[in-house]
């Protein structure tokens, strides 16, 4: 069964709208998560590692006060797209590992649609 | 910053007949994934390699770590219509926990 669970799996929404995503860690803690972003036919592409109980790491590019995330506990963290816009559309899939050199769970992904 | 290459980006292959997928890296890794996506799924841990020139096999799937852990390569035998998707390699450099998705191979299969 799942490892990770990720929701909502699919949202449409309007321009402006802030979307929270949530992953969680079903039966291991995990210190880190990882958020990703993939376009369609491309590749995933890291966006940020969240830490439990401080900030996050963001890559290059990627707007730290756009994508807010929270880690406030070994097995959930949250993604909120805020004041989202329609270049923000893409499928958002985060990931776990019970060690950080452990192969990665992922959740189902999220679909994010804006209108 | 490191890098994953993977080629090729498509792969159409006859059912029954064999195909390979290769990743190189710019910078020697601690271990090497594969994973799966499916259609409108989510990518699917298949294996992890991480001793120099490793070789794990899978049933039909056959993965192999290079001797300088850069470079690694899936081969497929005998392709059915159920290994239709996306096989991703993801590298782990040393002293870092990230991953580097190289851009995967789309394989489609004709029966």
């Known amino acids: 069964g799942a490892v990770v669970s990720q929701h909502p799996s699919r949202v449409i929404c309007k321009s402006g709208t802030s979307v929270k995503i949530e992953c969680r860690s079903l039966?291991?803690?995990?210190?880190?998560m990882f958020w990703y972003r993939q376009f369609p036919k491309q590749s995933l592409m890291l966006m940020a590692t969240?830490?439990?109980?401080?900030?996050?790491?963001?890559e290059q590019g990627v707007e730290k006060d756009k994508f807010l995330i929270n880690h406030a506990s070994l097995t959930l963290s949250t993604l909120t797209v805020t004041s989202a816009h329609p270049e923000d559309s893409s499928f958002y899939i985060c990931?776990?590992?019970?060690?950080?050199?452990?192969?990665?769970?992922f959740g189902d992904g999220t679909r994010l649609s804006i209108l | 910053g490191q890098q994953v290459m993977q080629i090729p980006q498509y792969q159409h292959v006859q059912e029954g007949e064999d195909f390979t997928t290769y990743c190189n890296s710019s910078?020697?890794?601690?271990?090497i994934q594969w994973y799966k996506q499916r259609p409108g799924g989510h990518p699917v841990f298949l294996i992890q390699?991480?001793?120099?020139?490793e070789v794990k096999k899978q049933k039909r799937l056959t993965f192999q770590f290079g001797e300088a852990k850069k470079n690694s390569s899936l081969h497929i035998t005998a392709t059915q219509t159920t290994d239709v998707g996306t096989y991703f390699c993801?590298?782990?450099?040393?002293?870092?926990?990230?991953?580097?998705f190289g851009a995967g191979t789309t394989v489609t299969v004709r029966a």
């Open positions: 990931s776990a590992g019970r060690a950080n050199n452990q192969p990665q769970h």
């Open positions: 910078t020697t890794l601690s271990n």
């Open positions: 390699l991480v001793k120099s020139g």
């Open positions: 993801a590298g782990q450099p040393l002293n870092d926990y990230k991953l580097s």
């Open positions: 969240s830490n439990e109980g401080s900030k996050a790491t963001y």
């Open positions: 039966d291991f803690q995990a210190t880190t």
